[in-house]
């Protein structure tokens, strides 16, 4: 038993938790070879739809060496957006985790700081952090590091935390103590599945993102949305929550305590009529700082529109 790299490990966990991460574990660093397989196949079916960008640079997806020169282990960091809050009854809805400010400026800015900490308390450590903005499989990282497990939605799942939190790696070339897999604990459930109105789950852990609401308001950049699925939007105008809501595992999730995910209140008093006049001005004081702005005023008209044919 290496007590040094034990007590490294700890440390390093201890860190995660002073900078606002809910939970921190350790993966090795080796290719994913088995999710590289996985990926192949899902690419070739075409389920990531127009999101091209899924294509490219599949060696960096695949091998954190390729990323971080030397890397030894993956650092595996999660944060909680769950919110009780809720919008207008009558209000199109917005996901969750896009309530409050962009995730990706909010994490970055933690998971440098992170990478600056271990430089100045363990030793010198070359690294790089990625939030959901560069070729790097955060779900299958989570997985590996006992984050959770892959429910049958794709989300990843925690026993004690249900999937309402942002996952964050930090690779670097230190070694670490690697945490063990957790066990699947979906069991028979197959609400996630029964619950889609767009049936983009096509079985447990397969999903066609293609056919998922949160691709269409978000990814999907066609000013007409596809016909076929008028109706089935169950009224939410950016990403869904649907199979995270119907989760039984999210009966554990709590509120979270980033107070820079807290929503404005103006955008949760909003009514369906405020919605369907939102102007160009109002969208930006609203979303300037928000996800919701990468589908852009237009996008998010488009989608309204769609939601009241």
């Not at 996952?167 to 069991?187: E, R, Y």
């Not at 039984?248 to 209140?265: A, G, I, L």
Request: hydrophobic share 35%.
């Amino acid at each position: 038993m290496d007590l040094k790299l034990i007590s490294r490990t700890q440390h390093v966990k201890q860190m995660a938790t002073s900078l606002g991460f809910d939970d921190c574990r350790i993966a090795e660093a080796t290719k994913l070879d088995t999710e590289a397989k996985f990926l192949e196949t899902w690419l070739k079916k075409e389920y990531h739809g127009k999101m091209a960008y899924m294509e490219n640079h599949f060696d960096l997806r695949t091998d954190p060496t390729k990323l971080v020169p030397g890397a030894k282990s993956v650092i595996v960091l999660t944060k909680n957006y769950f919110t009780s809050e809720e919008q207008d009854q009558t209000a199109p809805k917005i996901a969750k985790y896009a309530y409050g400010e962009d995730y990706h400026n909010v994490i970055r800015s933690q998971l440098n700081a992170f990478l600056e900490l271990l430089n100045d308390q363990i030793g010198e450590c070359h690294g790089r952090g990625f939030v959901d903005s560069a070729p790097v499989l955060e779900k299958a990282w989570a997985r590996r590091s006992g984050i959770g497990w892959m429910g049958k939605h794709t989300n990843v799942l925690s026993k004690q935390k249900g999937s309402f939190f942002f996952l964050a790696v930090l690779i670097v070339d230190m070694k670490l103590s690697a945490d063990d897999p957790v066990t699947d604990h979906c069991g028979d459930c197959t609400a996630c599945i029964d619950a889609c109105p767009t049936d983009a789950i096509l079985e447990p852990y397969l999903l066609d993102a293609s056919k998922c609401i949160s691709y269409f308001t978000i990814e999907l950049k066609d000013q007409q949305l596809p016909s076929e699925f008028q109706g089935k939007f169950n009224d939410w105008m950016f990403g869904c929550d649907i199979c995270q809501d119907v989760c039984p595992w999210n009966r554990f999730s709590e509120q979270h305590s980033e107070s820079k995910f807290d929503p404005k209140d103006e955008l949760l008093k909003m009514d369906r009529d405020d919605w369907n006049q939102l102007s160009q001005e109002k969208f930006s004081e609203l979303f300037g700082k928000s996800a919701v702005k990468r589908t852009k005023y237009g996008g998010l008209e488009r989608n309204i529109k769609f939601l009241n044919f």
